[in-house]
C-alpha cells in the first residue's frame, strides 16, 4: 500500500505490551521500511487494564492521527469491543491475537523482502515474550476475554530470541508473559523453573529476571532455579492486589493472605515488588488495613498502586461501590509505607557490595533489581559498586 514507509512503534502498558509492540517494530524493519520521527505510519500497542489506560490509549492514537497518514492500533483495548471507537478515519483497530498482530500490520505496510535493518532495541534490557494470554478468571481482569486462553512458545524459539538479543548487544533479558507461571512446553518437557535454567545458560547475558508471576507459581523449584542460574536475578514481581481474605474471594483470587505470605517466606534475600488494588467492592478500612499489613510483612520494596476501576465483560463489571477520595487516600498510604519499606531495604545496603548494571546515564540496577545511582559509566556496563547512602532515587555507589 505505501511502497517503503516511515513508521513510529510505541506502546502503553507492560512489559507483554513492548514485546508485543517490538515484533509488530522488527517485522517492519525487516520487510525494509524505516523507522523515523513524524513518521507516515503508527503503531501503537494499546493498554486496558483500567479505565485510564484506555483514556490513554485513545489520547495517544488522537495525538498521531494528525500527523501520521494512518495509525495502526494493536493490543489489548483493540480487543476489547467498543473502547477505541470513534477515533479518526485514519485509525484502523487491528483486533487480533498477538501472534497474527505482526503479519496484519505488515501486509498493510506491503511487504518488500529486503532484509536490511537491525532491529535491536536502543536499550540494555530486552523483553523476551515467552508465554501469553490467562485462563484463570479474576473478577476484575478483562485480559482473558482481550488475550484468550494460555499459549507457550516453543522453548527452541525462545532460546533462538534470547541468543540474537545477546549478540544485539543485550545485557539483561526479562522473560515475560501474560501469566508466566503457565509456561510449558510439554513436547520438550519444560516449565517455567527448566526455562530459567536453560535461558541462564545463554552466553553473553548479564542479567536474566522474570516479569511478573503469580504467588501459586513461585515453587521450591523456581526458587532453586532462581538461585542456581548464574545470571538470574533473585527479584520478585508477585501480585499481591489484596491483602483481605474477603476481597481476594470476591477477585477470584486462588490464594490466602496468609498463604501468600507463606510462600514468599521461602523466597528469603530476594527483593519482592507487587501490584495491589485499591477500593476494590468490599473493600471497607478493615480490609484496607490488613491489605497493608501484608505489604509491610512481606517486605515488598515497590508496589504498583491501581485504584479500583471497573472493567466492561469483567464480573465486578457494575460494582464499584467505594468513593474515589477513599480510593485516593488508601492509595497515598499505600504508597507512604511502601516507601518506608524501600528507604529501610536500601539503607541495609550501605556499606556492602554489589554489581550494578547500568541502564541509562547515571543509574542503574544491582543484583536484586534494586536502584543505583553510579555517575560516570557508560550505559551497559558492569559496575563493581559499595553503598555509600539512600536518596529518595536509589542507592548511592560509593
Ligand atoms: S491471573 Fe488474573 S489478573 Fe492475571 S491476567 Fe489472569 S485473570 Fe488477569
Redesign the pocket.
Known sequence: MFGVATFSASFLGCKVSHADVQEVRERLLADGHVEADGAEVAVIGTCCVTREAVAKSRKAARRVAGSARRVYLTGCAASLPGALDGLPGNVETVALPSEQTPGFVAGRLGALACATADAGLDRVRAFVKVQDG?G???S??V??AVRGGPRSRPVARVLAEIRRRAEQGHREVVLTG??LGCYRDREAGLDLPGLVRAAGAVPGLARLRLSSV?VNHVTPALLAALRETEPASPHLHV?LQSGDDGVLRAMR?RYTAASFLRRLERAEGFNLTTDVIVGFPGEDDAAFERTLAVIERAGVTRAHVFPYSPRPGTAAAALDPVAVAVKRERSSRLRAAVREARLRAWARKVGSDDTVLVDRPGRGYGDDYSPWLVEGRPVGALVAVRGRAVSEEGILAA
Open positions: 490467562c484463570f478468571a479474576c476484575f481482569c485480559i482473558p501474560i501469566n503469580e501480585p483470587r
